[in-house]
């Protein structure tokens, strides 16, 4: 393994421990409960922008098969060893930027966790993405995907730092909003030590905020003819304080 392979792997491991907090099972649950409720079978499964994973073990209980897409070849790799840990026979991995992704056969449900919409910082780029979903969904299947809202980039997270205390290291979170193109950016720093030596790794992430009816106009024109908005984790109607936003693409 090389330098930089090691390096992210641990890097992958800190982020992991970063997302701690998230119940994963909550999310995944939540996300299927809308396949009962619009009576979508459970066959084949797509995660997008799938990381190291975690989310798409969890999708794997319920389905035949399922097929995780990142962009990432680092990320696939530690996904992979996560796989031939589990012996999993279910779970592949396609490496693909999730603006342009296909497949020979179609799936039942497209998943797609924590935000990462969010980083398709315009709004031909979501309906590239948003096509490409319509695309790879069978007759009757199903697209369900969350996102930050305008509030909590704009407001929750809005200008500001913060540093938090981990097990094996510290991660420092500073926030910018940038108001004329309506993105936040993130700068984190992972600091540790290593062999007795001081080190750190910084990620600059960027985050677009939309419109409920944006996103919805983006959804339909991509093909999607019903489309249901909620309050992430709720089965209710999202308000102006909201801070994630669950959509529901019907094909």
């Known amino acids: 393994m090389s330098?930089?392979?090691k390096s992210f792997t641990k890097i992958a491991q800190f982020y992991d421990e970063l997302m701690s907090n998230v119940s994963y099972k909550e999310w995944v649950d939540y996300a299927v409960s809308f396949l009962n409720i619009f009576n979508i079978k459970k066959e084949k499964f797509l995660d997008l922008a799938c990381g190291t994973i975690i989310p798409t073990i969890y999708l794997s209980e319920y389905c035949e098969?399922?097929?995780g897409v990142?962009?990432?070849i680092e990320m696939l790799k530690v996904a992979k060893r996560k796989i031939e840990k589990l012996n999993s026979k279910k779970i592949s991995l396609v490496l693909s930027?999730?603006?342009?992704?296909h497949f020979k056969w179609k799936f039942d449900a497209?998943?797609?966790f924590f935000d990462s919409m969010n980083?398709?910082?315009n709004i031909d780029d979501l309906y590239k993405s948003f096509y490409c979903a319509y695309q790879n969904l069978k007759s009757r299947g199903i697209f369900l995907f969350?996102?930050?809202s305008i509030f909590a980039l704009k407001e929750l997270w809005d200008t500001r730092k913060d540093i938090k205390i981990h097990k094996n290291f510290i991660s420092i979170w500073e926030n910018e909003w940038i108001e004329e193109e309506k993105i936040s950016k993130l700068v984190i720093t992972i600091e540790w030590k290593e062999n007795g030596k001081e080190r750190y790794v910084r990620e600059v992430h960027f985050e677009k905020a939309y419109h409920i009816d944006e996103v919805v106009d983006t959804l339909k024109k991509a093909g999607f003819e019903e489309v249901n908005v909620y309050e992430h984790l709720k089965y209710s109607l999202p308000n102006s304080y909201t801070t994630r936003i669950q959509y529901v693409a019907l094909k």
Request: with cysteine; net charge negative.
């Open 3 to 5: 330098e930089f392979s």
């Open 65 to 67: 098969k399922i097929v």
């Open 70 to 72: 990142d962009k990432s």
């Open 97 to 101: 930027d999730i603006r342009e992704f």
């Open 110 to 112: 497209i998943f797609c």
């Open 119 to 121: 980083y398709l910082l």
């Open 146 to 148: 969350d996102m930050n």
